[in-house]
Structure formats: C-alpha cells, structure tokens
C-alpha cells in the first residue's frame, strides 16, 4: 500500500514539479527574456499547445520526429505536443502572410515536450524562449538576431568571459557535398556525423564517413576553410562590430544545427566553461514557409530557442549570475508581513493590508492569533522585506526592516509612501 502511494505521489519521468522556489525561477527568466526581447522591437505572439503531427513531418527531421509526444485525438486526426515552435510560426505566418509588414520581429515563451532520455540540462517539458526574424535574410537581419540572443544572455550577468557565439554555414557544406557526390537524400545522414566531431569516438565517425566514401581527413581539411570564404561573413562581423559584439562570435564550421530545415547561416552560444554545453542555437530557414504553405508563400526567414533548464543550471553554476538572481528575486518577495502585537488591533491590521495589496504592494498577515515572536518567525520565512508591528499604539507603526534590522516608527497614513520609497 505505502509503495502505491509513493508511486501516485511521483511525477512523470523528465517532467517538473514548481514549487514556489522554482516557480519563481523560471518567473525570473521569463520576465528578463520578455522584457529584453521587447526591448529590441519584437512583439510577443503564441500558438496551440496541440499541433497536428503533419507540421512536423515536413521539414523537422527524423531524430525530432522520434521524439514527438504523438497520438490519435478522439476526432481520428494525428496530432502531438509540440516539441519546438519554429513549424508554428512558419505556419502562423503563412496563413496570414500579408496582414504584417516586413520585417516580422516575433518572439514566444512557451512550454514544448520531447520523448527524450532525461538528464542535466535535458528534459521532456521545458520552456523556450524563440525568436524569429522573417522577411529580411540581410547580414544586418542576422547580425540583429545573434545581438538579440548575445543580450538574452547578459541581461542575467553573463559575459564575453562566459559565452561565445560559433557561427557556421550550411550551404558550405552543401558545396563539399557536391563536390564529392554525395547524394542529397544522404545529406541529414552526413550531418548527423559532422554534429558529433569531438563527442564521438573518432574510429566510428571515420566507419560513417566511409559509407558516405568520404575520411576524415577531407573533414578536417574542410574545416580550415578560411572566414573570408563564407558567403557574407565580413559583411557579419561588420554588423557584430556596430553593435559591440564581435568579441563574442567566431567560425566553427562543425556547427550544423540538427533539424532538416535550416539553410544557410547556422550558429550556436556555448558556455566557455568546463561544461562547454550548448546553451542556445538557430539559424537560417528561409524555405521552411514555402514547405510549410505548399508554396503559396515564400520568405527568407532565421531564429533561434533558448531553454530554461540549461540557462538555469548555467546561472546557479556561477557565484555571481547566482547572487544577482537572487538579489533580484529578492526585491519581488513579500514587501511587508504585518505583526499583529495586539489582537484588539486586528480589524485595523486587516484594514491596513487591504489598503496597502490596492496599493500594489505585497502584503500578508497572520490568519490566527499568535504570540509575537512566532510573528516575525514565519515574516522571515516567506522572505518578507519588512515586519509592520501593529499594536496599541495605533495609529503608530513600527517599521522594522527584516535584512538591516534598522527600526523606525511611522504614521499608518504615511506607510505606504514609506514602502514605496524604501529601497
């Protein structure tokens, strides 16, 4: 009986429980992902949890396709989860191309699910921040949305000594393709090795290489291709210069995203440290809307996601992307608890904090009566920044601030300007 209970009281393998801790987490992330995209000119947009499986089998490749959360809905159609945004907006975008002007700067912060084996930094329900920029396949279009995602990233303390930025280009690889005759319905094949350099052993990459007829060493020969021969690139660093950033990107050409629908510019932000994960990635997709609307609407378009799960264990990982998430959560804890010192003042403590909560400040309370002591105990408890001793002193309050523990005492009219002006 005492295991059928543990087993009901388990979550789902790869799946999340938000306790308030980690609810205020992602609460933290998301506010400083929406806040910065806006910042940039991009307007925040959405789309069903529930998309029919045929968005996916398009353009999105089989390793993802593997991985859907699928199944037939009581109305016979083939739908799932979404596991990634980008088929939606491709589709939103289709269905109502002309309604927007160009260029459309999108972004969404949204829950996605992968059947996938769980593990650090990897989940089967995760949030994603994704943005697009569609209408414009210029270097400066390209430039904008790696600043973007550069500043998705140091808005939480991160720096250049943190993250680099490794670009790529696919059509270059494409041209090796070419020129060695692979066939095209092999190239997913052949890039699924190219993304494993350095992570695999290097005696199976060369056995999935010779069945390409391709070795190693025409790879690695491949890979010194110089910058000055990858379409647009000075163009590129000439926009990261504008805008401050160059000293975050360099060239990686074993960069090649894994999804089939990317074309052309492809790019990824690593952490620099030990860990050396990938915390974000995108690139160009500037076909998968004519794919996607069978034709009838054809725009150049790029984007890229960034996940929560890797960003967090990235921030906790670092002293001081830590302490900055938790200074800033702090300032959006309980602003006051209200000390009842004097039960005959009850009725004027629930008035107050009625007052104050109208006011736009957070506030709670004692629901029952308790000694004084305990008060400030559970104050401290729910983080609150100030105790507001309510006694028979009224209409007198005792401000205390619980971190400096400096007092002062105050005029129950003049507390919230008081609130309001503490730091």
Known sequence: MLAVLQMELQRLPGFRDFYPEDRAWLN??????RTTAANFGFAEYDGPTLESTDLYKKKSGEELKSQLFRFVDQGGRDVCLRPEMTPTVARLVAARERDFKKPIKWFSISPFFRFEKPQKGRLREFYQ?????????????DAELISLAIHLLRCFGLTERDFSVRLSNRNLWSEFLKRHDVPVDRIAEFLSVIDK???????????????????????????ATPPDQLPGFEDLLREFRWRGIEGFCELDLTIVRGLD????????????????????????YDKLIEVISDGSVD??????????????NFLEELPYTRALAAERMGKRALRGYIVIASETRRPEAIKLATRLRAAGLSIDFPLEAAKVAKQFQTAESLGAQYALVVGQEWPQIRLKNLSTRGESVVLETDLETNLKLEN
């Open 28 to 33: 933290y992330i998301v506010e400083y992902w």
């Open 299 to 312: 725009l150049p378009a790029a984007g890229f996601a960034i996940g929560d799960v890797v960003l967090r």
């Open 197 to 223: 350099l350095g992570r695999e052993e290097e005696s199976r990459l060369a056995e999935k290489l010779a069945a390409l007829k391709l070795t190693l060493e025409q790879i690695h020969s491949f890979l």
């Open 129 to 141: 921040i994704n943005c697009d920029l569609i209408g414009d396949n210029s270097p400066a279009a």
């Open 261 to 284: 629908y990317y074309s052309g510019l492809v790019f990824e932000l690593f952490d620099r440290g030990q860990e050396n994960r990938a915390i974000a990635g995108g690139g160009r």
